[in-house]
């Protein structure tokens, strides 16, 4: 794929989305398709081999806590579905459930965002990641979407993602710092903090420069597809590069400096996709745990029967809001 200047391409996700936003899916999923899938983030569960979690909260239960890590047992952590979830706590799972209810810590005063929850079989339980779906789940969307026949389309990546785009500043737009106890590394870190830190005392009269993100300068000077509440850095090229669970190796946006560092490979996933023929569209919303697919009814039933994934279909004008999950209330 490519980076591609031209966001008018883009201009019907914004007729088709709600501006100002409502608190449906359509704040940033298009309205319009014939059917909508829901597909769940996956996620990992935990729980001691041959001994049972020590009780919570942690710090009333101080001596129980250091005595497990004393005996250093082992963990054994697998993937989960959120369908996993529901039958440890005794919850159902449907089109508009929401990982807070399922889990039964849905509070009053609004989300928990990143928190283990532990059922009574022992399991603890990682929340879903949110905006952004792990390689191989996109793959087998990817799968399902290439077999559509639409080979060409556009990926939109939100700008938001730390050291996507350049930007003015005193601090790099990110920072690799090592643990090494080497000299040299030691060296470099230390000019890297003398650089990088905004330190108003001993360098009140420090003047903002560019700083380069993981986009070439152009891409990020460039122009945004802009759709209510979010900016994106929009590409075109062939779509069944995300048919391969490789596909983090071939998109521009990968932070080669990252892993030339030493670090494990990044790309964020895309945000939106559609085709050019606009006969789907993927959403990634950032503050989602999950995935929405608009099209039509042949490709919403594919996806919900496909077992690599965890998909349901999802009525238009649904709410995904935190709070949204009656019937686990």
Known sequence: MEWTPDVSV???????????????????????FA?????????????????????????????????????????????????????SFGTELHPAAQWGALVGRALVDGPVYGARSRSDDGWEYDAPREGELDAATLAAIGRHLAARGTAVGYAAVWEGWGGLVGHLGIAPSRAF????????????????????????????????????????????????????????VLFWGPLDVFAD????????????????????????????????????????????????????AALIEALCADPALEALPLPAGSSLQWDADAVNR
């Open 35 to 87: 059917a909508y899938a829901r597909v769940f983030h996956p996620t990992t569960r935990s729980r001691p081999v041959g001994m049972a979690w020590p009780p919570l909260p942690q710090d009333e239960h101080r001596r129980a806590w250091d005595a497990f890590a004393d005996a250093q047992p082992e963990i054994d952590t697998e993937a989960a579905r959120w369908r996993d979830a529901a039958a």
């Open 177 to 232: 710092l090592s643990s090494s106890s080497d000299e040299p590394d030691l060296e470099r870190h230390q000019e890297m903090l003398a650089h990088a830190m905004h330190d108003p005392f001993n360098r009140p009269y420090a003047k903002e420069s560019w700083q380069p993100g993981i986009l070439d300068d152009a891409v990020s000077r460039g122009p945004r597809l802009s759709l209510p509440g979010r900016d994106y």
């Open 245 to 296: 669970p490789m596909w983090p190796h071939e998109v521009p946006w990968r932070d080669q400096e990252m892993e030339r560092a030493g670090f494990a490979q990044f790309a964020a996933s895309p945000s939106l996709m559609w085709p050019s023929d606009r006969s789907w569209v993927l959403a990634t919303e950032v503050d989602f745990d999950s995935t929405i697919v608009g099209g039509d």
């Open 10 to 32: 883009g201009d019907w996700l914004r007729e088709r989305t709600d501006d100002p936003w409502q608190g449906t899916m359509h704040d940033v999923v298009p309205r319009g």
